[in-house]
């Protein structure tokens, strides 16, 4: 049960990173060519499944996944995540270590859409199009 919740998360965080990025950033849907980059808070074995098939999936498209573990450390955290926006990645996938850091988080990523998992911040931090959280759909 638990593997297919997460292959179902992982699903659905590629299906809006695809459409995200398409549609802002001129990309095609096929995924060609779009940078992701996916920041764990920590990792454990739910967290290595959603990885694995997020790489999977990102690897059928055609698309770049790049993987940080933050080990719970936010300070590696914000340190990705500015380095994803230098980098200009096409969107960020993030477990953030601390959900109220969701707002500081969205400023480094300098623009570049992020998708929260597995720790929703404030409704009030996420902008429709921009930022979301993707909820786990039950079986």
């Known amino acids: 049960m638990k593997k297919v919740i997460s292959c179902m998360i992982c699903a659905l965080l590629l299906v809006g990173c695809m459409a995200g990025c398409g549609s802002t950033g001129g990309k095609s849907g096929s995924g060609n060519g779009i940078k992701i980059m996916m920041s764990l808070s920590q990792g454990d074995d739910f967290r290595n499944t959603i990885v694995e098939q997020a790489k999977k999936t990102a690897q059928e498209k055609g698309a770049t996944l790049d993987v940080y573990d933050e080990d719970g450390s936010l300070e590696s955290q914000v340190e990705h995540i ?4 230098k ?10 270590v601390n959900a109220d850091t969701a707002l500081e988080l969205e400023s ?7 998708i929260f998992y597995n720790s929703c911040p404030d409704a009030s931090y996420l902008e429709t199009g921009k930022y979301m959280y993707v909820v786990p759909m039950k079986m």
């Open 82 to 85: 500015k380095q994803a926006a």
């Open 87 to 96: 980098e200009k990645y096409d969107v960020i996938l993030c477990g953030p």
């Open 108 to 114: 480094l990523a300098d623009g570049i859409p992020v």
